[in-house]
């Protein structure tokens, strides 16, 4: 499976699975529960996809780049 359908899915599933049992609970009566259960679901979620695809990437500058020392501090006169 392509890695952006992956992460499409992966970010639908985070946000629709627990929508949907937030709703479930509320609908029997128990809003608390299914506040807790969006809550964790949700947040378990965006750690999931954080970890999986966002922590990996190189986000670095390119190497061999430096500034001068008036453009490191930002004095442009």
């Given at each position: 499976?392509?890695?952006s ?6 970010i ?30 949700y ?17 670095t ?5 430096s ?11």
């Amino acid at each position: 499976m392509n890695d952006s359908i992956a992460l499409g899915v992966a970010i639908a599933a985070v946000v629709v699975v627990p929508g949907l049992a937030n709703g479930f609970l509320n609908a029997l009566g128990f809003p608390t529960v299914g506040s807790l259960v969006w809550a964790l679901g949700y947040g378990l979620g965006v750690v999931f996809v954080w970890s999986e695809w966002i922590r990996p990437l190189d986000i670095t500058g390119p190497e061999g780049v430096s500034l001068s020392e008036d453009e490191s501090t930002g004095d442009r006169s």
